[in-house]
């Protein structure tokens, strides 16, 4: 009964290379997120993301493109990958809405990516 | 834009005492919200404790509290009765109502790793 659910766990590929990581939640929820956790353990929002509205960081570049199939999927998927891109990649979910605010956001265990 | 600093990138806790983790944040809001999440070893991250910026009370989560210093900008973490299971990267966060535009991300800090010495 996992709340929110990433897969893979790992994932090892080479440069130049297109993957895409699944995330999903049975929490009801209408909001999703992707994170990135970098080499120094600093976390930085990606993407946010309800059934209205994509808001996107503009930093993370567009090799990046988050494809949510219904609200309670959103998946990450990854364009010729860079070194760079190596990371813990979390996906986390909450409910929108002012008067959920203070309801904290629920995250998955996390997608490391090692890029060779 | 917002930001959040927490100064201590390392602290250290004799098992059974107390340690107080430090974070500070910028923002022109009068309305948001603080949270502190734990990240041990297996990487998950676990919500801590919450804090309401329009309330003056301290949270309180059995052996975790916080000083809440709306004025100062100031949100810290304290562990009473420290246990071996506390060992994990706390992170401070900050988060902003859901609307006008907002979806509530969280802004992080860079994370204190908390030791504990048995």
């Known amino acids: 009964d996992t709340a929110v659910s990433q897969t893979p766990k790992y994932l090892v590929t080479q440069m130049g290379n297109d993957k895409s990581i699944k995330c999903e939640q049975n929490l009801g929820h209408d909001t999703m997120y992707w994170y990135k956790q970098d080499s120094k353990k600093f976390l930085k929002i990606m993407f946010s993301?309800?059934?209205?509205?994509?808001?996107i960081n503009e930093t993370v570049p567009n090799r990046f493109s988050p494809k949510s199939p219904d609200k309670a999927h959103l998946n990450l998927h990854i364009n010729s990958l860079e070194l760079g891109d190596s990371a813990v990649y979390f996906c986390?979910?909450?409910?929108?809405?002012?008067?959920?605010?203070?309801?904290?956001?629920?995250f998955g265990d996390g997608t490391r990516l090692s890029i060779l | 834009a917002q930001t959040v600093t927490q100064s201590q990138p390392e602290m250290s806790v004799q098992e059974a005492e107390t340690v107080t983790l430090s974070c500070t944040y910028d923002?022109?809001?009068?309305?948001?919200?603080l949270f502190w999440y734990k990240q041990p070893p297996s990487r998950q991250m676990i919500l801590v404790i919450r804090q309401e910026a329009y309330k003056q009370q301290n949270a309180t989560e059995n052996r975790f509290s916080v000083n809440f210093q709306k004025a100062a900008k100031s949100f810290s973490l304290k562990i009473s009765d420290s246990q071996l299971g506390d060992a994990a990267m706390y992170f401070c966060?900050?988060?902003?109502?859901?609307?006008?535009?907002?979806?509530?991300?969280?802004?992080f800090g860079k994370g204190t790793k908390l030791s504990v010495k048995p």
């Open positions: 986390a979910s909450s409910q929108g809405g002012q008067v959920f605010s203070n309801q904290p956001q629920h």
């Open positions: 993301y309800n059934n209205k509205e994509l808001i």
């Open positions: 923002t022109s809001e009068s309305d948001y919200y």
């Open positions: 966060a900050y988060r902003i109502p859901n609307y006008g535009g907002s979806q509530g991300n969280l802004i």
